[in-house]
């Protein structure tokens, strides 16, 4: 009878177990704080969390676009995830020839206005960096990333990646001040429900 008491239990205890590291069961809030080499907050990085199981429900972005406005990109950082088609709409009164001579996305838009008929596939991951054969003080960035678990740091610096399932990620954090072709800040993180709040120092990037 005690056998089969001590049997139930640890049955019982392994359902638990189960529940809790099956999809959806609970998912927790990733914090990290981003900081420069001077422990200074960065604003605008991006974090991101890296898995097999990540990249499996990864889906493309709708309605993804950098703007030109007033000569300038916007959003100056937009992350989007692999697959994704984002459209270069030209609000200017002056014609824009957008492009990137990145790895991960070499494209190009020569001299127009309004919006080219044909979005532009982003399909590889990496640091697409924008800019203009007419407007050379135009710069912006495209991070594409193989996972939906991403956010963009506040003014303090502060990045908050919601409803994260737990297990092993990888944590990469990108800022536009790093050098150019300079890779995100990588390192191993355990998401466990109720987990404590993760600082990064990128210490090449420029604010």
Avoid at 29 to 37: I, N
Avoid at 38 to 55: M, T
Avoid at 88 to 112: C, G, I, M, Q
Wanted: charged share 15%; aromatic share 6%.
């Amino acid at each position: 009878m005690v056998k089969t008491g001590v049997h139930r239990a640890a049955r019982i205890a392994a359902l638990g177990l189960a529940a809790l590291a099956a999809p959806g069961a609970w998912a927790a809030l990733v914090q990290v704080a981003v900081q420069d080499g001077a422990g200074k907050p960065l604003p605008g990085a991006v974090a991101f969390l890296d898995s097999a199981q990540a990249r499996r429900q990864v889906k493309p972005l709708v309605g993804a676009e950098v703007a030109q406005e007033k000569r300038r990109f916007v959003p100056e950082v937009l992350v989007v995830t692999a697959g994704t088609q984002v459209q270069f709409p030209n609000h200017d009164t002056v014609r824009h020839h957008v492009y990137s001579f990145s790895p991960a996305k070499k494209f190009e838009l020569k001299l127009y206005s309004g919006t080219p008929a044909n979005p532009v596939l982003f399909d590889q991951p990496g640091v697409v960096l924008l800019g203009c054969n007419i407007h050379d003080q135009m710069v912006g960035w495209i991070l594409v990333v193989e996972t939906p678990y991403y956010a963009q740091a506040d003014a303090a610096g502060a990045v908050r990646i919601d409803k994260v399932p737990p297990g092993e990620y990888t944590l990469n954090v990108w800022h536009a001040g790093l050098p150019v072709g300079a890779p995100a800040v990588a390192r191993p993180l355990l998401v466990a429900e109720g987990g404590a709040p993760v600082t990064v120092r990128l210490a090449g990037a420029v604010p």
